[in-house]
């Protein structure tokens, strides 16, 4: 599913008419069109529908929606929330092409009451009211229309958008409660921003037959990362392989207040495919990791100072990327650790502490010439930003690219649909995970995950993507399996690695036949 800003939308909209010919009322045919045989699948011959369509060109979507449905048989009242005279050209000219067709249409602003009536006695409502166009608070009729919907509680089908959100941002003022969304050609992004992406049920892509070429050049590459793109991209070990294949990664974690960071994020390294690991931590809490991972190898120091005469000469190690940050703690040591770091010719995957630490050192991000991965929570983020949590969260997709391409980095802006920016700005919404996440660890389990990923693959964006979705989807699994959304520790992610892994592994294998 590709994900659209509003202005990329329009600019699409604008070259395919221009260049290629195919005019808006042509478009807006096809939007109806789609829509209607999506609404026509999900409906029955006794159902009492209403379509409520706006003055733009939203409600010339539902205008041809309306006549498309009464033509093959159903029970379809079209509401019109304005007089003719303000109604957007396009849309005049669906419902003159709706009356031709001798079809008759009521308007709100002139039977408030009858409008009530008529949504009381239907089972169906069809949501054409606002689109993309819609700016700021919702004014007029439409804050009424919209509040009387929810109300009646019915089944309500969306078109392109919950009618009152704003297509970019999450922000809500009033909006329509869907039960599925039939987008156009595209998600747009606020699908995938909070609170708006809770008003959108169901998502559904209708295709408009706008030419693949048009969204290539008016848009970025956004899209959602599901199980078919996990599949399909999944590494396979060649049999000739051996650890050295897989490379050296060496994970700096944890401190004295803080040893299990260096467990979690460690061991979901291990789980994650690395050939060799080696664990960077103070002395004192070697004790109560190794227990946990035998297989690991130990790079000790006795203070954080000791370690950072080391990371000055890390070659004997041969590593092929580092992942540093959970659990390190914040002093004038650990600074100057990740300063160093940064100067290491490998593949970095900074988190937590470290990212508090990089920031005044981002210029020397910019100049690094191997892969850069950071990946924040809103919180991190809004700190690296010098914004606030919801300044980010409203706006995650261009905070994020922005961030990520004056950089040059990797961006993995975690939360509920993470999503993972590319330094040209590519991006890959994740579909996996629920808030049985939302505990303490569960990042740095990410963290392990991400740096045993990087080396399995040549493509990095799709080592994090896997890596996101994975996490995510074991938490799905527990959740529906043997958990509860409350009881869900970072160790069970851990312990989910495996059995996840190999049901994809099996999946794919009958997928693709190896
Ligand atoms: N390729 C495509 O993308 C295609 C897109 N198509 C469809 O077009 C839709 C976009 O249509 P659009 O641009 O006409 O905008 P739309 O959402 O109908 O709203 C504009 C109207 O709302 C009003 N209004 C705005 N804000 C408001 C507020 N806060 N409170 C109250 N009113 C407000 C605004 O009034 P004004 O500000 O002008 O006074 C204007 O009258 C898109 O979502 C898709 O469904 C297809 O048909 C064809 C191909
Ligand atoms: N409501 C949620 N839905 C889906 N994933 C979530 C949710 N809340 C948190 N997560 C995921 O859980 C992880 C939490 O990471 P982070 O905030 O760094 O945790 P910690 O620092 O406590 O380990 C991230 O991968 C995030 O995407
Ligand atoms: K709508």
């Known amino acids: ?34 829509v209607a045989r999506e609404i026509e699948s999900r409906i029955k011959k006794n159902d009492k529908i209403i379509v409520i369509a706006g003055k733009g060109n939203n409600g010339g979507d539902g205008v041809v929606i309306a006549r498309i449905l009464k033509e093959r048989g159903f029970s379809i009242e079209l509401w019109m929330s304005h007089k003719g005279g303000s109604v957007a050209e396009d849309a005049q000219r669906a419902l003159k092409i709706y009356e031709n067709c001798g079809h008759s249409y009521k308007i709100y602003e002139e039977n408030e009451e009858a409008f009530q009536i008529s949504l009381k006695k239907s089972t169906v409502i069809v949501d054409a009211l606002l689109g993309i166009g819609t700016k700021g608070k919702v004014r007029g009729p439409y804050r009424n229309i919209i509040e009387e919907m929810n109300e009646i509680n019915k089944i309500i089908y969306a078109v392109d958008i919950p009618s009152g959100l704003n297509a970019d941002k999450g922000e809500v003022d009033v909006a329509i409660k869907a039960h599925t969304t039939f987008v156009i050609q595209g998600a747009k992004q606020g699908a995938f921003l909070f609170p708006s992406a809770n008003f959108y049920g169901g998502i559904k892509t209708v295709d408009i037959g706008i030419p693949s070429s048009v969204i290539e050049q008016n848009s ?8 078919n793109e996990v599949l399909s991209s999944l590494p396979h070990r060649d049999i000739s392989s051996h650890k ?34 080696t664990i960077g931590i103070i002395e004192n809490i070697k004790s109560i990791i190794g227990s946990h991972l035998p297989e690991a190898m130990y790079n000790l120091h006795q203070s954080h100072q000791g370690m950072l005469s080391e990371v000055k000469d890390y070659s004997s190690l041969q590593l092929d990327a580092i992942g540093i940050g959970p659990g390190i703690g914040r002093n004038k040591e650990t600074e100057k650790i990740v300063e160093e770091i940064l100067k290491q010719q490998v593949t970095l995957v900074l988190d937590a502490d470290a990212l508090f630490h990089v920031k005044p050192h981002l210029q020397k991000v910019k100049e690094r010439r191997f892969p850069t991965i950071l990946t924040p929570h809103p919180g991190e983020m809004a700190s690296l930003l010098d914004l606030s949590i919801k300044e980010v969260e409203s706006d995650r997709f261009e905070k994020s690219r922005e961030f990520a391409q004056t950089y040059g980095i990797y961006l993995v802006l975690k939360g509920p649909f993470t999503i993972v920016t590319t330094p040209s700005g ?28 990087v080396l399995q693959y040549e493509n990095v964006q799709k080592a994090l993507s896997n890596a996101v979705f994975i996490h995510g989807a074991i938490a799905d699994q527990l959740v529906a399996s043997t958990h509860s959304p409350l009881d869900v520790l970072a160790t069970d992610i851990i312990e989910g690695i495996s059995p996840l892994l190999h049901e994809l592994y099996r999946e794919k294998e009958y997928s693709t036949g190896y």
Not at 23 to 29: F, S
Not at 250 to 277: C, D, Q, T, W
């Open 1 to 34: 599913m590709r994900i659209f800003s509003k202005n990329e939308m329009y600019n699409i909209d604008q070259e395919t008419m221009e260049k290629i010919g195919l005019n808006n009322g042509m478009l807006m045919e096809n939007a109806g069109q789609a």
């Open 220 to 227: 970025y590459v956004k899209r959602r990362w599901s199980k």
């Open 244 to 277: 050295g294949t897989y490379g050296r990664a060496l994970m700096i974690a944890g401190s004295e207040n803080m040893p299990g960071a260096a467990v979690l994020s460690s061991k979901a390294a291990s789980r994650s495919g690395v050939g060799l690991l």
């Open 426 to 453: 590519e991006q890959f919404v994740n579909s996996s995970g629920n808030p049985a996440l939302a505990k303490g660890g569960s990042g740095d389990v990410l963290t392990g995950m991400i740096l045993g990923s």
